[in-house]
């Protein structure tokens, strides 16, 4: 029997949520004797925190494209990690899995006559601001063999900018870590001692996750009543958060 090669496309590991739903998918589908390759620009092996955060099954291969340290810049990585799955896919065929960096990974897929599936993470209405950039992701999304979202308004936002059928990936769910992280006992010093409401947000510092919404409305519940607010994560927002 042929086994298949999935080739996911994630160049930049920042330490989010969609970071760990992706490593679980991806273990999930190598025991369902896919042969499984992730290309990245980090290097999972070196890094404490992210191999502390997330874990392999021994028969993912990751395949790494580190040439310069220090690179910050997204575009960048994009660029050395295509270039990867370029000539890896030179040898080996199978389908691209792109998670980031969509239209290089389309057309590369195109190029190669590879099959590409394409997970969309940010909703076209934060992006799509006139008919020109409308018209340019209408036409890379289509050469896609499949567009995945997170849900169902975001399945019909495809719809409506770009008349374009998509499916609803859920996020996958590592259960045995959810078990195992709900025995820790946690405390925050920030609530220790305090009687009044506490509220926690977790998740990226970023335009998609709107916490700019959470403060303005924080800021006239505390007007009314004893509260505080919590906030767990990292991202491009963090500066401007930090300031308000």
Do not use: W
Not at 124 to 136: G, R
Not at 167 to 194: A, T
């Amino acid at each position: 029997m042929t086994i298949s090669n999935l080739n996911f496309y994630y160049p930049s590991i920042e330490g989010g949520g969609l970071e760990k739903n992706l490593f679980s998918l991806i273990n999930s589908l190598e025991k369902k004797k896919y042969r499984v390759n992730l290309f990245t620009y980090e290097k999972l092996g070196k890094n404490k925190e992210l191999k502390k955060k997330f874990y392999f099954h021994k028969n993912i291969k990751v395949i790494t494209s580190s040439i310069i340290p220090g690179i910050k810049h997204r575009y960048l990585k994009y660029l050395f990690c295509i270039i990867s799955l370029i000539i890896f896919s030179l040898f080996q065929r199978g389908t691209i899995i792109s998670f980031q960096g969509n239209i290089l990974a389309i057309i590369v897929a195109k190029i190669l006559r590879n099959k590409i599936v394409i997970r969309l993470n940010t909703a076209p209405s934060k992006y799509v601001n006139n008919s020109i950039k409308k018209n340019f992701f209408r036409f890379f999304y289509a050469l896609s063999d499949m567009i995945l979202v997170t849900s169902i308004d975001f399945k019909k936002e495809i719809k409506k900018y770009f008349k374009l059928t998509s499916f609803v990936h859920r996020q996958s769910l590592d259960i045995k870590e959810i078990k195992r992280k709900s025995k820790e006992n946690l405390q925050f010093n920030f609530f220790k001692k305090f009687n009044g409401l506490k509220i926690i947000n977790i998740g990226r510092l970023t335009d998609q996750k709107n916490q700019i919404t959470l403060l303005k409305a924080f800021s006239k519940l505390v007007k009314v009543r004893k509260v505080r607010l919590l906030l767990i994560g990292s991202g491009n927002d963090k500066k401007k958060l930090t300031i308000l």
